[in-house]
Structure formats: C-alpha cells, structure tokens
C-alpha cells in the first residue's frame, strides 16, 4: 500500500511538471506558424521554431536569428509633452540594435511571414506559405497584429528608463531600476530591460511581451487583470 501511494505521488508530481513546462510554449498559440497551429498561414512543415530561429547560420548571433529585420529608420515614434523618446529628443526610427525590430520582423505588416533566411520552412518540402483565414493576406499580417510603421499611436519602446533624471521619470514607479536585464516593482515582479544603442536599460516590446508564452493573452509577461501589468511600472 505505501508503495502504490509513492508512485501516485510520483505520478502526480510529473504530471504537475509537464503541465507547467506546456504552459511555456508557442505550440498552439498565434505564434505557432505551422499547418498545427492553424492560425496565421499554411504550411506542411513542422517545424515550429524554423520560422524565427536556425542552429546555423543565424543572420544575428542572439537569438540565433533566422529572419530579416526591417531598417529602423522606417518607424515612427510615440512622444508627449511629458515623454519624448531618447533621452528627451523626439526621434522617428528604432536603434538599429534594439530588440523590438525582431518583432517587427512581422508585426510591421511588410516583412513576409516567411522571410526566414537560413533555413526556411520552405527548403523543408517546398512548401509555400499562403494565406489561413482573415488574419494573414499575401503572407503578412493584417487586423490587429500589423501595428506598421507608424507607432506614434502605441506605447514607446527603445528609450532608456531613467527615474531619477530627466522627462522619462513622470509617473514611473520610483522602484524602478536602471540596469539590464530587469528590474523589480512594487508587485515584485520583473519586466526586463534590453542593451541597445540607447542606452543599457531600455524598454522594448518584450519588456511587457513573452514571445514564447501565451499563458497571459496576448502574449503578457504577468496578467493585465485590473490594469496589474501597466501598474508594476506607472504610479496610478
């Protein structure tokens, strides 16, 4: 009998495990761009990471990037009268090493879906990524994934975080730190900040978005249930 309550305990605690290590995907999600997933394009492939990702050949060494980035002069910039990207100036393009043309590698709506370089989904069969109901047209994002170009109507990103100095304090928690790759608020959670041309502690897409983790729709690092995730950096 006590060994048959061992093992059920053992049972329980893998399927505990595998149930947390499942929530930490993209296999399923938005993101998951292969014929399985079913939600942006159609392909016979799949292989799910080759989309964004290759072991050889990367055209950027981290994250083993498998896809062309768009030039960062191409965008424009959301500013105020009380924030103004870059370091107080006003600015229409993305540091070329900022972290967030990765994911307008897609999100702009003019980077091809499979822009892929290395090893594309397509050198797998040949297959030929084509459009999977409304979301995907000519292989490029529409509706309310293509954020384009224009981002002066969306939060800022690639600006360093400065609570001590200069324009970026205003209603910034006083919590906040300024190193990478993260810093801790007053919820106790980490939102991480990113090295690039602008500084060593800037704010990009993936401070508030897990690529890979769906678990928080859309893709949120913590849950956004009564305004939380804005709330670990804005005082309100």
């Not at 060994?3 to 053992?10: D, E």
């Not at 924030?83 to 900022?98: E, I, L, R």
């Not at 892929?116 to 050198?123: E, N, R, V």
């Not at 600006?159 to 919820?187: C, E, Y």
Request: net charge positive; aromatic share 6%.
């Amino acid at each position: 009998m006590k060994t048959r309550n061992v093992v059920a305990m053992t049972v329980l605690a893998l399927a505990a495990s595998v149930t947390g290590a499942m929530a930490l995907t993209i296999v399923g999600t938005k993101h998951d761009l292969t014929v399985a997933g079913g939600k942006y394009t159609t392909s016979p492939t799949t292989q799910v990471c080759a989309f964004c990702h290759t072991p050889h050949n990367a055209a950027v060494a981290i994250p083993l990037w498998n896809r062309t980035n768009p030039t960062g002069t191409t965008f424009k910039f959301y500013s105020s009268t009380t924030m103004k990207n870059h370091y107080g100036s006003a600015v229409t393009a993305f540091d070329a090493k900022s972290v967030s043309l990765f994911c307008m590698s897609c999100h702009d709506g003019a980077t091809t879906l499979g822009a892929s370089i290395a090893h594309k989904p397509s050198d797998f069969n040949g297959a030929v990524l084509v459009a999977n109901g409304g979301t995907v047209a000519a292989d490029l994002i529409t509706g309310n994934a293509k954020l384009g170009t224009d981002l002066s109507d969306d939060h800022p990103v690639n600006f360093n975080v400065s609570v001590s100095t200069g324009i970026n304090k205003n209603g910034l928690a006083a919590s906040l730190g300024t190193s990478s790759p993260g810093w801790t608020t007053a919820g106790s959670k980490k939102l991480p900040l990113y090295k690039s041309g602008v500084g060593s502690a800037t704010f990009e897409c993936a401070s508030c978005h897990a690529v890979h983790d769906d678990a928080a729709h859309p893709f949120l690092r913590t849950t956004n249930k009564g305004s939380a995730l804005c709330l670990t950096c804005h005082e309100k």
